[in-house]
C-alpha cells in the first residue's frame, strides 16, 4: 500500500485551464502539505492543513486553492494555468505533535506542464 | 527558520563511507536535525535526525557536534542507489520542514 499517493503522476494542460491534483494518505496522519519544485529543483512548501483546517498559506497565487474534505485527503485545484505553474507538485503528511521525531512522508510528485 | 549551510555537490566511490556536512550555527535549543534525500524523479525521503545526541539507524548514521552548530550525515558504504540530493533541515516545534539547496551526491562505481 502507498502511504501517500497522488495524482494524476503526470499532467500536461493549456494555459488558461482549471485542473487539479489530488493527494491521499493512509499513515492516520493529521497533517498534509503541498510542496512545489521548480526547474531549478527548489522545493517550496505551498500549504499544510491540519484537521482539515489550512494552518500554513505561503505567498501562493489565489489561482491555486487547497481543499481538505477529510484528514486523510488534500487536493489542489489551479485555476486560469500558467506557464511558471509549470513544475512538480508534492504532497506530504505528518503528525503534527510529533513530526520533530518521525518527519514527514512525501508522495512520489505530479508533474504539471503547461502548454 | 534557522538556516543550514550545506556543500552543492560531493563525489563518492562505490562501497566507501561518506561524509555529508552540514552547518547551523543559528540552531535553537528545541530544533531537531532532519535529513532528508531525494532520489532522481522521485519525492524526499526521510533519512535520519537527532538533537543532541549521535543516531543511527539502517540507513545512516548522524553524528552531531557537541555545540550542536554543525552535524555530519554518515553514509558507512555508499552504493550507486545513494545518488541523491541530500537536505540538511533544521525543525522546531512550531515550524515546518523548509529545504535549502541540499547536496547532490555522485557515487562512481
Given at each position: 500500500d502507498t502511504a501517500v499517493?497522488?495524482?494524476p503522476k503526470y499532467l500536461v494542460t493549456q494555459m488558461g485551464n482549471d485542473k487539479s491534483i489530488k493527494c491521499e494518505q493512509n499513515l492516520g496522519h493529521d497533517t498534509m502539505y503541498w510542496y512545489k519544485q521548480d526547474s531549478k529543483k527548489f522545493l517550496k512548501i505551498m500549504f499544510s492543513y491540519n484537521n482539515k483546517e489550512l494552518i500554513i498559506n505561503e505567498t501562493v497565487p489565489n489561482r491555486f486553492s487547497p481543499k481538505s474534505p477529510d484528514k486523510a485527503h488534500l487536493n489542489l485545484?489551479?485555476?486560469?494555468?500558467e506557464l511558471g505553474?509549470?513544475?512538480?507538485y508534492?504532497?506530504?503528511s505528518s503528525h503534527w505533535g510529533t513530526r520533530t521525531n518521525y518527519g514527514y512522508t512525501f508522495g512520489s510528485g505530479t508533474r504539471l506542464t503547461v502548454v | 527558520d534557522a538556516k543550514t549551510t550545506q556543500p552543492n555537490s560531493m563525489e563518492s566511490n562505490e562501497e566507501e563511507p561518506v561524509h555529508l556536512p552540514c552547518n547551523h550555527s543559528t540552531i535553537s535549543g528545541t530544533d531537531y536535525i532532519h535529513w532528508y534525500r531525494q532520489l532522481p524523479s522521485q519525492g524526499p525521503e526521510y533519512v535520519i535526525h537527532g538533537l543532541t545526541s549521535n543516531v543511527n539507524n539502517r540507513m545512516a548514521s548522524l553524528a552531531?557536534?557537541?555545540d550542536r552548530k554543525s552535524s555530519t550525515l554518515i553514509l558507512h558504504r555508499a552504493t550507486l542507489r545513494d545518488a541523491a540530493v541530500y537536505y540538511?533541515?533544521?525543525l522546531g516545534s512550531q515550524g515546518n520542514l523548509i529545504f535549502g539547496k541540499g547536496t547532490k551526491l555522485s557515487v562512481k562505481p
Open positions: 499517493s497522488q495524482t485545484h489551479i485555476n486560469s494555468l505553474d509549470s513544475a512538480v508534492f504532497c506530504a | 552531531i557536534a557537541e540538511c533541515i533544521l
